[in-house]
Nanobody, 123 residues
Framework: QLQLVESGGGLVHPGGSLRLSCAAS????????IGWFRQAPGKEREGVSS????????NYVDSVKGRFTISRDNAKNTVYLQMNNLKPEDTAVYYC????????????????WGQGTQVTVSS
């Protein structure tokens, strides 16, 4: 079963930064568009950002525009989510997911998922 692995989560103060990584060990990510999603306690999982196979097309949910940046390094088989100016409402488990086709923010559109990494923004 294909699976992704997230890393880079942690505890950060408001206004701080984190960089999440999404990697695959058993297949090449450049065949897939990748999305980042998050799920806070008691809330539904929501799409945060996505990136096309080439990296030329990206999408962001309005709440993170101007603060988060998605990128990919296909040579390293890794996708990143740089998160700046973090806010308490960004606290959630963050997941990356892959799909064949274009990048999108719909949870149901993705077939391959990771286990998630916790991001906590608190003073």
């Amino acid at each position: 079963q294909l699976q992704l692995v997230e890393s880079g989560g942690g505890l950060v103060h408001p206004g701080g930064s984190l960089r999440l990584s999404c990697a695959a060990s058993e297949f090449t990510l450049d065949n897939y568009a990748i999305g980042w999603f998050r799920q806070a306690p008691g809330k539904e999982r929501e799409g945060v950002s996505s990136i096309s196979r080439s990296g030329k097309a990206t999408n962001y949910v309005d709440s993170v525009k101007g603060r988060f940046t998605i990128s990919r390094d296909n040579a390293k088989n890794t996708v990143y989510l740089q998160m700046n100016n973090l806010k308490p409402e960004d606290t959630a488990v963050y997941y990356c997911a892959g799909r064949v086709g274009f990048g999108a923010l719909g949870v149901q559109m993705y077939d391959i998922w990771g286990q998630g990494t916790q991001v906590t923004v608190s003073s």
